[in-house]
């Protein structure tokens, strides 16, 4: 199957501080990108997404950046507030499936 | 709000049992994904339905089916329930059978505890 890899399982920031996740996939065919992010007791809420053919995608104060040489996705988020505390999970779309990485928790220190 | 419908939002039952979980997908959307999360796991995908017709599968059990109903709702039954059955069940929808660009958009799950 495929693998869709987290760096850091968990990750605290001041808040006002940026905050960076980084997930590392396997499938260098897969085309399509997204980033997803669960609060406790929620499904996974859709963030931002991303295409192969793009390196960059700006959303409102999200950034995912996409470097296909080394197969590894980041998502960046500006001036962190506490509702941003949560686990965020990177999804690759690879044939017909979309495959999940395990997910970072993300902390924010008021 | 995604707009995509999961009931019950929990579920608690015995070994050996059997319970059906329902999906409604948001409006417009032809195909489901049914998810299954366990605790430090991520999610794992179990099987896919595009406008009524079984599309994918995935890690399902023999124990377990699904279907997708004419008005585009699914159901995942499960059966002969197993404490390790233990989980969060996700269900996701989008416009499209896969490949093509368009994101899923999840349910906010159904909670089942086997005890």
């Known amino acids: 199957g495929e693998s869709v890899g987290l760096h850091l399982p968990t990750l605290s920031v001041q808040e006002g501080d940026n905050s960076i996740i980084n997930c590392a996939y396997s499938n260098s065919a897969s085309d399509y990108f997204i980033w997803y992010k669960q609060e406790s007791g929620k499904g996974p809420q859709f963030i931002i997404d991303i295409r192969s053919n793009m390196d960059k995608r700006q959303g409102q104060r999200v950034t995912v950046l996409l470097n296909k040489t080394v197969k590894h996705l980041s998502l960046q988020i500006a001036a962190t507030q506490p509702g941003d505390s949560a686990v965020y999970f990177c999804?690759?779309?690879?044939?017909?499936?979309?495959?999940f990485g395990t997910g970072t928790s993300l902390t924010v220190i008021p | 709000d995604s707009g995509v419908t999961q009931t019950p939002k929990h579920l608690i039952t015995a070994t050996g049992q059997r319970v059906t979980l329902r999906c409604s997908p948001r409006?417009?959307?032809?195909?489901v994904y049914w998810y299954q999360q366990s605790l430090d796991q991520g999610l794992q995908f179990l099987i896919q339905y595009y406008n009524g017709e079984e599309r994918a599968k995935g890690n399902i059990l023999e124990r377990f089916s699904a279907q997708q109903f004419p008005d585009l709702h699914s159901e995942l039954n499960l059966s002969s329930l197993e404490l390790g059955d233990s989980a969060l069940y996700f269900c996701?929808?989008?416009?499209?059978?896969?490949?093509?660009?368009?994101?899923?958009?999840f349910g906010n799950g159904t909670r089942l505890t086997v005890t």
């Open positions: 999804a690759e779309n690879s044939g017909n499936q979309f495959y």
């Open positions: 996701a929808s989008s416009v499209a059978a896969g490949r093509n660009g368009s994101p899923l958009h």
């Open positions: 409006s417009g959307d032809l195909s």
